[in-house]
Nanobody
């Protein structure tokens, strides 16, 4: 059973919106810290947005004011709202979860986001 599953990716036109979701499995008791990463073809994986246990958020400069990370602690889910999407946002988006009890890091399989010009 996968412990982290991303969903919500797809094909959207430039300027469009998508909302990514990250669901967690039974081994993850609570979300301590989390991050959304992306990897475009031929590029290294980069951190796009993160949220710590106390709600502090961080965004890479290229997505500030366009992306918003949030979490639902009761459901152990995290989200990435992506507005004003650009072709350069095209990538596979991954969710990373740090379990609050074990401290283990979990990765999902990723969800493809494609933004057409």
């Amino acid at each position: 059973q996968e412990q982290v599953v991303e969903s919500g990716g797809g094909l959207v036109e430039s300027g469009g919106t998508l909302r990514l979701s990250c669901a967690t499995g039974g081994r993850i008791s609570s979300i301590y810290n989390m991050g959304w990463y992306r990897q475009a073809p031929g590029k290294q994986r980069e951190l796009v947005a993160s949220m710590t246990y106390d709600g502090s958020r961080h965004y890479t400069d290229s997505v500030k004011d366009r992306f918003t990370v949030s979490r639902n602690n009761a459901r152990n889910r995290v989200y990435l709202q992506m507005n004003s999407l650009k072709p350069e946002d095209t990538a596979i988006y991954y969710c990373n979860i740090i379990d609050g009890r074990s401290g283990r890091s979990y990765w999902g399989q990723g969800t493809q986001v494609t933004v057409s010009s």
